[in-house]
């Protein structure tokens, strides 16, 4: 692979300007690493009490007492109670505002592809799912990866069966697909530790999606005084396109992840959840495009599919630094130049950071994958953050 130089200065800390458009911030609350006092609550003049469920680890522990103790609440005094049940209240009403500004904003998505689609019928096809593996070989995959995907012995012997499988089925994750390592070997390349590429899409449909979501964006600019139609439209599931992540969560990342993360990330377990979405840099931040660089994070997944779908643009080079929870947290391991149509496949836990782009627009194509029914199913968020795996977290069968 092409050699690049290597920063020396992981910037680690988040500013105020990076909440701003172009700033580079990620789609969360901004962190403070220390625990500040809260004397908004009054102190009950007969019982004397320190719980505030405002604090996150007070309201996890009265969570946790809830799920395991009958009759928790007996220990607790009148006024701790009522102060938990308005926590919790809050949080239910945080839900519940969140549901309803997402269906608000899928209904008014649903209208302007709609019209859209009226406008410019041609759009019709390439949102409709691909009728049959010619189809997609021809019109979605790169030639080497449908060749390593179809001279697989799983995928000749479903083509024995009647009836044959489908493209459906997969989209559906029906069926559990399987890549012959062999076929990947030649190939997949290895960046750095935990980091992997290898050729996905085809340049062609790269070129379609990005031309495709351009006029998303143009379309939704006359929508740009409405900051939460803005927000979030980017997810395919939004654009008619989920059929898409779909098929790349079962035909591509869960065989391929069975090879690479069985045993660290996954821990024997399966993905069974994704997200996709487009992520959209410019030189030239705008409300549609409002990032210029994005600042290091983790993601909230156990697998991250990341494939480069264009513009020409300059900067906006992916930097790694260590899995979260190892010694090499923080430290630089390496870089990787996104390619049209190539996908880096690496751990959501690995840090990384998209540098400033200084020219042009730069495209790519994100998808999440988590294993709910797997390692989330016996793991604290703490423990998952901090890859913690002695036996001994509250959410594994020793607890329970």
Not at 39 to 67: Q, V, W
Request: charged residues 25%; negative net charge.
């Amino acid at each position: 692979r092409k050699q690049v130089s290597l920063p020396s200065d992981p910037k680690l800390v988040m500013s105020d300007a990076t909440q701003e458009i172009g700033g580079g911030a990620i789609n969360e609350k901004q962190r403070k690493f220390q625990q500040e006092q809260d004397n908004s609550r009054s102190i009950p003049e007969k019982e004397y009490t320190t719980f505030n469920p405002k604090s996150r680890s007070h309201l996890m522990h009265a969570i946790e007492g809830l799920d395991r103790y009958p009759s928790y609440l007996n220990r607790w005094s009148e006024d701790d109670i009522v102060l938990l049940e308005e926590s919790l209240e809050d949080q239910l009403k945080k839900v519940r505002q969140q549901k309803e500004a997402i269906q608000g904003k899928r209904t008014s998505l649903k209208s302007i592809l709609e019209n859209l689609c009226k406008k410019e019928p041609e759009w019709l096809e390439f949102l409709s799912p691909p009728q049959s593996w010619e189809e997609l070989k021809t019109n979605i995959l790169d030639k080497q990866i449908a060749e390593a995907v179809f001279r697989s012995r799983w995928f000749r012997r479903s083509q024995k069966q009647s009836p044959a499988l489908s493209v459906q089925n997969v989209i559906d994750g029906s069926v559990k697909v399987e890549i012959d390592a062999g076929n990947l070997e030649p190939i997949m390349d290895e960046e750095m530790f935990d980091v992997y590429s290898f050729p996905l899409l085809a340049p062609s449909f790269c070129a379609k999606l990005r031309a495709f979501f351009s006029r998303v964006i143009q379309e939704l600019e006359e929508y740009k005084d409405e900051p939460t139609l803005n927000r979030g439209f980017q997810d395919l599931d939004n654009l008619g396109l989920g059929w898409l992540s779909s098929l790349l969560l079962h035909l591509i990342v869960r065989p391929v992840s069975s090879h690479l993360y069985i045993e660290t990330e996954l821990k024997g377990g399966d993905l069974d959840w994704r997200q996709g979405y487009i992520a959209a840099y410019s030189a030239d931040p705008t409300t549609t495009k409002p990032r210029q660089r994005l600042v290091p994070h983790t993601d909230d997944s156990e697998i991250t599919l990341n494939i480069g779908i264009g513009e020409e643009f300059s900067g906006g080079v992916l930097n790694f630094w260590g899995l979260r929870g190892t010694t090499e947290a923080g430290k630089l391991v390496g870089q990787y130049e996104p390619e049209i149509g190539r996908a880096a496949i690496h751990s959501g836990r690995h840090f990384h950071e998209v540098t400033e782009v200084t020219s042009g627009n730069r495209f790519a194509y994100i998808l999440w994958a988590r294993s709910w029914g797997g390692v989330r199913s016996s793991t604290c968020p703490c423990c998952w953050l901090n890859r913690r795996d002695d036996g001994s977290c509250i959410s594994g069968p020793k607890w329970n």
